[in-house]
C-alpha cells in the first residue's frame, strides 16, 4: 500500500518494499529554548536554516511544529508553511493540536500533505479527521485515547483498527492514513520497545497500512541516546515501519544500512551513494 504525499513540486511515497522514508524533526521548539523564544517573537529565520539543513543531511519530508508558550500559532503555522514551501521543495508534515491552527496551515499549503496527529481520543477524531478529508491530506493516527498511552501492542492495535475505521467512514482512503505505535522511553520501561516492535508487526499484517515510529522517545533519560536511537530505528524498519520521524543527520546512515539489510535497497545503490558522499565530505552527515 502506498502513502502519496507532496510538495508544489515532488512527491514522496511510503510505501512497503520502498526505501523507509525520513521525516526531519528538529523544527519543533520542544526542548529547545532558542528556537521557542524565536517563534515567540515571530521570527523564522531558525526555522528556514533548520529546513535547509535537514534538506541537506537527506531528509524527505520535514516535521513542522511551532507550537509554544506564548505563540500565536494560529498566526504563525501557515506563515511558517508558507516560508517553507519557498525555500525547500519537501514535502510537510504538519504538526499541531490546535485544529484552527491546523485548517490555516493546511489552506496555505501547496501539494498534499501530511498532518500530525490524528488520536483515538473522539475529541480528536471528530476534529481532525474532517479537515483531514475536506483538504485531501494524508493523516498520522496516534495510537493514544481517553486512557493514555498504551502499555502493550495489543491496546496499540486496538486504537489503530479505531483510527482506520472511523477515517474510512469519513471516506479518508486507507492508503492515506500511517499509525504511529509510540514508542516510550526503555528507561522507565525496558518492555516498551518490544511492545512497539510487535505492535508495527500487527498493525502491518492486520491493517495494511504504512506504520511510522519517532526515534527520539524511546532513549529519553538514558546516556548516549543515538546509539538507542539507530538501534531501535533499524529493528523498527526490519519489523515493517515504513516511514520515521527523527533527526535525520543522525540517524540516516543507520536507516539506509538496514534499508539494505531489510531489501528496501536494490543492489545496495542508495548505501554505495551516500558512502562515496561521506568520503567525499567527511563534516556533512548524510
Known amino acids: 500500500m502506498d502513502t502519496r504525499v507532496s510538495?508544489?513540486?515532488?512527491?514522496?511515497?511510503?510505501?512497503?518494499?520502498?526505501?523507509?522514508?525520513?521525516?526531519?524533526?528538529?523544527?519543533?521548539?520542544?526542548?529547545?529554548?532558542?528556537?521557542?523564544?524565536?517563534?515567540?517573537?515571530?521570527?523564522?529565520?531558525?526555522?528556514?536554516?533548520?529546513?535547509?539543513?535537514?534538506?541537506?543531511?537527506?531528509?524527505?519530508?520535514?516535521?513542522?511544529?511551532?507550537?509554544?508558550?506564548?505563540?500565536?500559532?494560529?498566526?504563525?503555522?501557515?506563515?511558517?508553511?508558507?516560508?517553507?514551501?519557498?525555500?525547500?521543495?519537501?514535502?510537510?508534515?504538519?504538526?499541531?493540536?490546535?485544529?484552527?491552527?491546523?485548517?490555516?496551515?493546511?489552506?496555505?499549503?501547496?501539494?498534499?500533505?501530511?498532518?500530525?496527529?490524528?488520536?483515538?481520543?473522539?475529541?480528536?477524531?471528530?476534529?481532525?479527521?474532517?479537515?483531514?478529508?475536506?483538504?485531501?491530506?494524508?493523516v498520522i493516527g496516534l495510537v493514544q485515547d481517553e486512557a493514555g498511552m498504551p502499555a502493550n501492542a495489543e491496546q496499540r492495535l486496538a486504537i489503530a483498527h479505531r483510527i482506520v475505521e472511523r477515517a474510512e467512514a469519513m471516506g479518508i482512503p486507507r492508503e492515506d492514513i500511517l499509525i504511529d505505535c509510540m514508542a516510550l522511553a526503555v528507561g522507565a520501561d525496558p518492555g516498551s520497545g518490544l511492545a512497539v516492535l510487535e505492535a508495527v508487526r500487527r498493525v502491518r499484517a492486520e491493517l495494511g497500512v504504512n506504520v511510522l515510529v519517532a526515534a527520539s522517545n524511546v532513549s529519553f533519560g538514558m546516556p548516549d541516546r543515538q546509539l538507542l536511537n539507530s538501534a531501535f530505528l533499524s529493528a523498527a524498519i526490519c519489523a515493517g515501519a515504513t516511514c520515521l520521524i527523527a533527526d535525520v543527520a543522525r540517524v540516516r546512515p543507520a536507516v539506509l544500512a538496514a534499508d539494505l539489510i531489510s531489501g528496501r535497497d536494490r543492489r545496495a545503490r542508495r548505501y554505495i551513494e551516500a558512502y562515496r558522499q561521506r568520503q567525499t565530505s567527511p563534516t556533512r552527515a548524510t
Not at 58 to 84: I, K, Q, T, Y
Not at 120 to 130: D, N
Request: glycine share 8%; with cysteine; proline share 5%.
Open 7 to 138: 510538495s508544489a513540486a515532488t512527491e514522496v511515497v511510503v510505501g512497503d518494499g520502498r526505501p523507509t522514508v525520513l521525516i526531519g524533526e528538529r523544527i519543533n521548539p520542544t526542548g529547545r529554548r532558542a528556537l521557542a523564544e524565536a517563534l515567540k517573537a515571530g521570527d523564522l529565520e531558525m526555522v528556514r536554516r533548520e529546513a535547509l539543513a535537514q534538506a541537506q543531511a537527506g531528509a524527505d519530508m520535514l516535521d513542522v511544529n511551532v507550537s509554544a508558550f506564548g505563540v500565536d500559532e494560529v498566526r504563525l503555522l501557515p506563515d511558517a508553511v508558507s516560508l517553507l514551501t519557498n525555500v525547500v521543495d519537501l514535502p510537510l508534515c504538519l504538526d499541531t493540536a490546535n485544529p484552527v491552527a491546523l485548517a490555516q496551515a493546511l489552506n496555505a499549503y501547496r501539494g498534499k500533505p501530511l498532518v500530525n496527529s490524528v488520536t483515538g481520543e473522539e475529541k480528536s477524531l471528530a476534529t481532525v479527521l474532517p479537515l483531514v478529508k475536506n483538504y485531501g491530506a494524508a
